[in-house]
């Protein structure tokens, strides 16, 4: 198994530009997150999924736009990408389970993304 | 402990000490709390987690100690060895109902240990 893939691992954009990063899970989870990650600031959820077809907003979404159209690739957009989305994203990918109490989250390597 | 900045609360420690990084968390309503660890240029991977009704859980080399009254989590690892030089953060949710929909964690800001051969 390959776990959760994220693809690309770098990218370099100017402003203005638009681009999708993909991630993709083999594990079959329902739940998917994206993450992204800033120097002194730990990990600030982006947006999540709870299954094919539904997504929702997290903690600091705005600029970004998300879809799952299958339950092993959630896609996060950046329709005009902006110099404060310079950040490493995460995805993230968890099991629906009967208790909350062994929510591990399998992660992604991570995708850095620079917009000059 | 975890703290607002750009830069990260740091623990140097030398091969074979015990380390103890901590965290400090703010929701009351937490009930459930993770360590992960994040290597340099990888994912964060999850050591240990432990629920509110306990102050105490152990892995291997590895100790999660919880103080709901001062809302406190450490993490103690033992014999530290030069892979467990990392990022280490804390993560936590509140209780969620069984197969609920909204199950997010939230990340505390790490601290970078270095292990010191």
């Known amino acids: 198994n390959a776990g959760v893939t994220q693809t690309p691992k770098f990218r370099v954009l100017k402003t203005g530009q638009s681009m999708t990063l993909l991630c993709a899970q083999d594990?079959?989870?329902?739940?998917m997150y994206w993450y992204r990650q800033d120097p002194g600031m730990g990990l600030r959820l982006i947006h999540y999924s709870v299954g094919e077809g539904t997504t929702a907003k997290g903690e600091v979404p705005d600029g970004y736009n998300v879809s799952r159209l299958k339950k092993q690739n959630f896609l996060l957009g950046l329709e005009s990408a902006a110099p404060s989305q310079t950040s490493v994203y995460f995805c993230?990918?968890?099991?629906?389970?009967?208790?909350?109490?062994?929510?591990?989250?399998?992660f992604g390597e991570g995708s850095r993304l620079t917009v000059l | 402990g975890e703290s607002v900045g750009l830069h990260l609360p740091t623990l140097s420690v030398q091969e074979g000490d015990n380390s103890i990084i901590n965290c400090a968390y703010s929701?009351?309503?937490?009930?459930?709390f993770i360590w992960y660890k994040q290597e340099s240029g990888k994912g964060p991977q999850f050591i240990i987690d432990i629920r509110s009704n306990m102050d105490k859980r152990q892995g291997q080399r590895v100790t999660v100690l919880l103080n709901k009254t001062v809302k406190h989590l450490s993490l103690q690892i033992a014999a530290t060895q030069p892979g467990d030089s990392a990022v280490y953060f804390c993560a936590e949710t509140p209780v969620q109902n069984s197969g609920g929909s909204n199950y997010k964690l939230t990340f505390g800001k790490g601290t970078l240990l270095t292990v010191n051969p």
């Open positions: 594990m079959n989870h329902e739940y």
């Open positions: 993230a990918s968890c099991p629906r389970r009967a208790s909350w109490y062994t929510g591990e989250l399998f």
């Open positions: 929701n009351s309503a937490s009930d459930y």
